[in-house]
């Protein structure tokens, strides 16, 4: 049950704001409150859903704050991620690199919309897992999914949230095993991703004073 909502948001198919009726899930999944709510909780923990007591749980709404911590967050994990790469990856992982982005091309130019988002986010996955590191993995994955919500929330339409070319010329850089050129690549990749982004102002929060 965790499984199939956790990729239920990151396919869209969840909305951010939408309720999560726990009746519902009971009846969609076979099981019982209790196991709906142990589900909620570990999405709740990765803040992929808000519980509020005596409300129930929605998916949560990321707002412009938080939407910006996730991409500094991002930027730095994924600085640290081709940095690592550029140091073992061998030939054959950037030929597997380089038919990922054939498929990309091949979806993107066959308005095959949902098929090339998770591509190009799944490329970003891949660069973890050939990182070689568990954690930056874990925690790559969980800002992914947070990312899907802020698309969900503040994408323009007509807008990629992932541009092709910018993959491309992360992988040329991987394939000559120059780290830090690929990080200020990959840095500059997020920048532009988050700035396609129709962010409303910040409410400027509340002053406890």
Known sequence: MYDALLDAVMRGQLRPGERLVEPLLCERFGVSRTVVRQALHRLGELRIVDIVPNKGATVARPGPRETRDIFA????????????VARRITH????????????????????????????????HLALAELSGNAEL??????????????????????????????????????????????????????????????LPPDDGGVEMA
Not at 74 to 81: D, T
Not at 92 to 110: N, P, S, Y
């Open 137 to 198: 993995q874990r925690i790559l994955s969980e800002l992914m999914t947070r990312c899907s919500l802020i698309v969900a929330l503040y994408e323009v339409p007509g807008e990629s949230t992932c541009e092709h070319e910018e993959h491309e010329q992360l992988v040329e850089w991987l394939s000559l095993r120059d780290g830090a050129a690929a990080a200020d690549a990959m840095d500059r990749h997020l920048l532009a991703l988050e700035a396609r982004l129709q």
């Open 92 to 123: 054959g992982e950037v030929d597997r690199l380089k038919q990922r982005l054939r498929a990309e091309h091949e979806a993107l130019h066959q308005q095959d919309h949902a098929r090339w988002v998770a591509l190009a986010g799944g490329f």
């Open 73 to 84: 967050a991002r930027r730095v994990v994924e600085g640290g991620i081709v940095r690592a």
